[in-house]
């Protein structure tokens, strides 16, 4: 999904470009993705045939006229048919193909160009520059897959040692430590663990070196966040990305998420598909309008946000978002209609004495389950985890909830290896 000659060499020649484009005037980047959007929009009415209808045929006069265009989910593309969505007679050496991970229990195959691709890579460059990242640094990557080795690393830059993550806590901090890395990257999930397998004596060790924990993959709620800055020492900096899209933002040395607005159009919209005002909490809708290989226009991502207003300590004008809560499905239904989302759990776990870790899951019937990972370096028994738990969670929600509870050792991480913490089968 990375490396090879076309991307590198579309990468290099985009980084001047990239580069400076946080620099630019808000009102210069918002006329630079509406020409985008709208070179994009020619070409999938043109080309593509589930673009074909009248409503796309539309020089748009602004960024908020893409409103108009309908929605479009995971499942209505699988629906389609996912052929009816790609430029037809694109030769296999123009695109590259990238599978969802499924966290949705649907796996979709998309394909990114080879210039789309390119300058996806230069704004990961920028991301890495811009957070103080120094290019000899040495990273080790806690990922589920191994990943193919970049021209930038034959050169000696970014050198990388990927440690699997679906091995042992025990195992996987041993390979850490063996990199003597300056940055740690992976899912908050696998990050806590780790931090939690270390004995005080390591945690010495691997703070002579370390100097950035980059984060990605999985909502980071702030409390999450505090917990890696303060267990590790160093800033935590995150990124929300998605395979259809590739990145959405990454996180600056002051804190925001900024918005790759050079490349992908960013809607928070409510439950019609229309814009909320900036504040305001929403659905993540993504337009990556440099796509032309599979082109996707106003992709739901199904995870709930808040765009900001324009203006970042950084100096950085590219526009700055807020992931809440959760995925917007990644919630349980308490009697009487609330949603819970997987950040209150994501909390609760968090501050309740003996809990390490919780999974919630909700059948058909609405019965919850929560699994609890207890922290035995807290001392406190399961039981006492568990009464706590309750007593905290009845607080919180101030409705009567029956909630079973199960001990077990581990999350179970989906197949794209982030931590799965909520999941709902009930419908009502
Ligand atoms: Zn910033």
Redesign the pocket.
Known sequence: MSGGLAVAVRELARLPEVWRAPKKSSAELEQRALAGLNAMLAHCHQHIQAYAGPEYKVPLSSVGELAALPLLTKRDVLDAGVDSFRTPGLPSSQYRVDVTSGTTGTKLEVWHDADAYGYHGATVLRRFLLSGYRPWWRIAHIKPFPRPVRWFQRLGLFPRTVVGAGQSDEEIKNQVLAVRPQLIMGYPVVLRGLLRSLTPAESVRLKRTLRMVMTDSELLTDEVAELLADGFGVPVLDEYSAYEVLTVSSQ?????M?VDDDRVWLEIVDADGQAVPDGTEGSVVVTHYRERAMPLIRYALGDRAVLLPPG?????NLR?MKLVDGRTNDFVVLPGGRRVYSGVFLSLAMFTPGVAECMVRQDEAGAITVHLVPDVAAGVGFEEAVAEFRRRFGELVDTPVELTFVQTDRVALTPGGKGRFVESAYGG
């Not at 970042?312 to 950085?316: D, E, I, K, Q, T």
């Open positions: 600056c040395r002051a804190g925001a900024h970042c300590a950084c100096g950085s700055r």
